[in-house]
């Protein structure tokens, strides 16, 4: 089962705008990643925060984390046609000896040339 | 550098096959992941290796489902009479070690496995 919700499912913009994506989870986390996917296949990492880090930059990425809401937020400014994917967050546990990463649903963002 | 590479990238398979999907780390990696992923959802968790053993398994819907990794490098996900309920994109990942603060982890292509 899904541990991590992220709203929209879908978002569409056009190029040019800037793009938000959240995420909500349920449990005590050590760090909190975003992954790009295109086309259903891999996985490519994009930025990781750390549970004592509030907010994080790389590029035209900007990443925010609030452990006491149990929520992120992945903004992608001056967004671009090849910017068009799934974006996932990615959560791991602060549970016991556990090291796999526990996925959200994913966002679809769609830009518009 | 080569990133983790997963073969085949498609399999066709029948109802009640046996099929196996193979994954090589990234060179160096111990911590080497299997996830499943279906159509419109994230990545689910399946199994962990650190090294040669299975550190978690938990992941692993029920017993037709077994993965090895005899030399800890490759790694093969083996699925036995195979459902059509297993069909999915079967994600290899691989991290530097799975003790490491942030756990880095870096995803191959994956296998689009689909059972008829």
């Known amino acids: 089962s899904q541990q991590g919700e992220e709203d929209p499912q879908a978002l569409s913009i056009q190029e040019g705008e800037n793009a938000t994506m959240n995420c909500s989870y349920k449990?005590?986390?050590?760090?909190l990643q975003w992954y790009r996917q295109n086309s259903g296949r891999g996985l490519v990492h994009l930025i990781l925060?750390?549970?004592?880090?509030r907010e994080k930059h790389s590029g035209r990425l900007r990443v925010t984390l609030d452990t006491s809401k149990k929520s992120s937020s992945l903004l992608i400014t001056a967004s671009r046609a090849a910017d068009t994917a799934s974006y996932f967050c990615?959560?791991?546990?602060?549970?016991?000896?556990?090291?796999?990463?526990?996925f959200g649903s994913g966002t679809q963002l769609t830009v518009l040339p | 550098g080569a990133g983790v590479s997963q073969t085949p990238s498609n399999k066709v398979t029948e109802k009640g096959k046996y099929v196996e999907l193979r994954c090589d780390p990234i060179?160096?990696?111990?911590?080497l992941y299997w996830y499943r992923q279906s159509l419109g959802q994230g990545p689910e968790f399946l199994i962990y290796f650190q090294g040669t053993g299975a550190a978690d398994d938990s992941g692993l819907p029920n017993d037709r489902f077994f993965a090895v990794r005899p030399e800890g490098s490759v790694s093969t996900l083996k699925i036995q009479r195979t459902e059509r309920g297993d069909s999915a994109v079967y994600l290899c990942?691989?991290?530097?070690?799975?003790?490491?603060?942030?756990?880095?982890?870096?995803f191959g292509p994956g296998t689009r496995l689909t059972v008829l």
């Open positions: 990615a959560m791991l546990i602060s549970s016991g000896s556990a090291r796999q990463l526990t």
């Open positions: 990942a691989s991290s530097l070690t799975s003790a490491g603060r942030d756990n880095e982890q870096f």
């Open positions: 060179s160096g990696h111990t911590a």
């Open positions: 449990t005590s986390i050590n760090n």
């Open positions: 925060i750390r549970s004592n880090e």
